[in-house]
């Protein structure tokens, strides 16, 4: 039913800087989370960032706090991450997912997934 197109991901040199968003379709829901996870060829998929549409909570994984910033923007149900001083280390897939409420369906996490944007790094 939801549907989350990712984009803006690409190749920087580290040190770099690239916004990453990721626009919601198929529904909105005004008490959901959107976050961000990251993942690498062998290794499992990562927190990064979320953010809370009831309060505009954030949240950050720790190798990237002080370097990176979710926002959202109600409007266009989009979620972004702005990424500075990026690492070869942040190199990976990123992929946007959203959770509902559990009164309307949802598991308790994330619900929904978008297919990915790469971004490389490199040093």
């Known amino acids: 039913q939801v549907q989350l197109v990712e984009s803006g991901g690409g190749l920087v040199q580290a040190g770099g800087s690239l916004r990453l968003s990721c626009e919601a379709s198929?529904?909105?829901?005004?008490?959901?989370?959107m976050g961000w996870f990251r993942q690498v060829v062998g290794k499992e998929r990562k927190f990064v960032a979320s953010?809370?549409?009831?309060?505009?909570?954030?949240f950050y994984g720790d190798s990237v706090k002080g370097r990176f910033t979710i926002s959202g923007d109600n409007a266009k149900s989009t979620v972004y991450l702005q990424m500075n001083a990026l690492k070869p280390e942040d190199t990976a897939l990123y992929y946007c997912a959203v959770a509902i409420p559990m009164d309307l369906g949802g598991s308790g996490g994330f619900d929904f997934w978008g297919q990915g944007t790469r971004v490389i790094v490199s040093s």
């Open positions: 953010i809370q549409w009831t309060d505009g909570t954030t």
């Open positions: 198929g529904g909105t829901f005004s008490r959901k989370t």
